[in-house]
């Protein structure tokens, strides 16, 4: 298993700013994952953060809104660029490759 | 691509009760797992279960892969059961988990 932290776990934005969101793992991982949970609604996954490459965003998200950084095997930033109170969700982070994923605590975000 | 379809999308228990809970795959899937989301937000892995059945305590899960289905079981239900249960799987060949719609659970005392 893994053991994973992120930062903040909670923060409330005002629009137009950004916010950095910081996962860390207890292990190296080669994939790490970034999911985005709006209001009663399901985990969407944003993109697929690997180490030494450009993160791999699904369809509807763009870098310039979640610019993704993975400086090493055991830690990767997102970030929420020029936030709308439409960003307002949970972001978590997970790992796990084609096996068992691990989710972190997740991040709760609010935009005003 | 993949579409995940839980039911029922809402459950309310009384404590004691048991309940089922279904996950509908629309293609094959390598892996799949069961989460609880908490209150707080917190998603905690319940069962890994690519096919098969295991069991923990009061719950206990059923995959059957050829038929692209899993199914949760939650017996004597506690208010700690409360909360949004997920189930989530890679479509075949990739790695990329996707959710279901999930199932919100309430138990009431």
């Known amino acids: 298993s893994a053991v994973i932290s992120q930062k903040p776990s909670r923060d409330i934005c005002q629009r137009g700013t950004s916010l950095t969101i910081q996962c860390q793992v207890d292990s190296q991982v080669t994939m790490m994952f970034w999911y985005r949970q709006q209001p009663g609604q399901s985990l969407t996954l944003i993109a697929t953060?690997?180490?030494?490459?450009?993160?791999?965003?699904e369809s509807g998200f763009v870098i310039d809104k979640f610019p993704i950084s993975r400086p090493n095997l055991t830690f990767s930033t997102l970030t929420v660029s020029n936030m709308s109170p439409e960003d307002s969700s949970i972001y978590l982070c997970?790992?796990?490759?084609?096996?068992?994923?691990?989710f972190g605590p997740g991040t709760r975000l609010t935009v005003t | 691509g993949i579409q995940v379809e839980q039911s029922p999308p809402d459950l309310i228990l009384q404590e004691g009760a048991n309940s089922t809970l279904r996950c509908n795959f629309s293609d094959s899937v390598n892996n799949l797992q069961w989460f609880h989301q908490n209150p707080w937000g917190q998603l905690i892995n319940l069962f890994y279960i690519p096919s098969g059945t295991k069991q923990n305590g009061r719950l206990s899960a059923t995959t059957v892969a050829t038929e692209r289905y899993s199914l949760l079981y939650i017996s004597s239900s506690q208010t700690t059961d409360s909360g949004v249960y997920f189930c989530?799987?890679?479509?075949?060949?990739?790695?990329?988990?996707?959710f279901g719609t999930g199932t919100r659970l309430k138990v009431l005392a």
């Open positions: 989530a799987g890679p479509s075949s060949g990739t790695y990329k988990y996707i």
């Open positions: 953060a690997n180490q030494g490459s450009e993160a791999t965003y």
């Open positions: 997970s790992v796990g490759g084609y096996g068992e994923q691990y």
